[in-house]
C-alpha cells in the first residue's frame, strides 16, 4: 500500500476531486493548509502598512491507495491539479506497512 499526498492550490481542489472520481477514488482526506516554497509570497496593505505575506493558503489531501492504483493516482492529481504557474504543488507517495480500520479491526487491503 501507498500514502499518496498532494499539496495543492485551493481552486483546483474540485478539478482533482473530480478527476478523482473519474479512476473510482472517493476516499481521501483534505485539510486546509498554509506553506510557502519558490512562490515566495506577497506584498499586501492592512491598516496602512504594507508587509510581506510569506505563508500562502494551499489544500493538502491525502489518502492510501493499493500499490498499483497509486502511479496512476499520482498523474491524475498532477494532471488536474497543473495551472502552469509557479505554486502549483507538489504529489509525493510513501510507503504504507498496515492499516487498520477502527470500527471493524479489518487489516491491510481489506480496511481500504
Known sequence: ?????????????DDVKEA??????????VS???GFGRQ???NELYR???YVVTSLPRIKI??????AKARQVVEVLRRAAKT???GDGKVSMTPVDEVVRIRTGEHSIEAL
Do not use: C, R, S
Open 1 to 13: 500500500m501507498k500514502k499518496v499526498e498532494a499539496i495543492i492550490k485551493p481552486f483546483k481542489l
Open 20 to 29: 478523482l472520481a473519474k479512476v473510482g477514488v472517493d476516499l481521501l482526506t
Open 32 to 34: 486546509k493548509v498554509q
Open 40 to 42: 515566495e509570497g506577497h
Open 48 to 50: 496602512g502598512v504594507e
Open 62 to 67: 491525502e489518502m492510501v491507495l493499493e500499490n
Open 84 to 86: 502552469g504557474k509557479l
